[in-house]
């Protein structure tokens, strides 16, 4: 089992920039792959950035030279900069982790606006 914990949501204006982060804890031998989805109002849940144990990161479109992930393969954590921040980014962003499962974790609300 695997526990997630986000930190770092909030609210921001447009141009701005938030640091979400993710820690997670349990049992498991390794996380292959750590990643951040976002859900918007009436939207389905959505694919940020991707990480992979080696570092191999992929990104969506909308989020392509303004977000950057990273982890830390020591601490079990894994971070998302978020700049230049455009109002529909607006949605609640949630952690995942594959490890043999995929665990989500509870959800941080991101909120761009004036």
């Known amino acids: 089992q695997v526990q997630l914990v986000e930190s770092g949501g909030g609210l921001v204006q447009p141009g701005g920039s938030l640091r979400l982060s993710c820690a997670a804890s349990?049992?498991?031998?390794?996380?292959?792959?750590m990643g951040w989805y976002r859900q918007a109002p009436g939207q389905e849940r959505e694919l940020v950035a991707l990480?992979?144990?080696?570092?191999?990161?992929q990104y969506s479109d909308s989020a392509k030279g303004r977000f950057t992930i990273s982890r830390d393969n020591a601490k079990n954590t894994v971070n998302l900069q978020m700049n230049s921040l455009k109002p529909e980014d607006t949605a609640v962003y949630y952690c995942?982790?594959?490890?043999?499962?995929?665990?989500w974790g509870q959800g941080t609300q991101v909120t761009v606006s004036t």
């Open positions: 990480i992979s144990w080696l570092g191999n990161t």
């Open positions: 349990g049992s498991f031998y390794r996380i292959n792959y």
């Open positions: 995942n982790v594959q490890t043999l499962s995929a665990y």
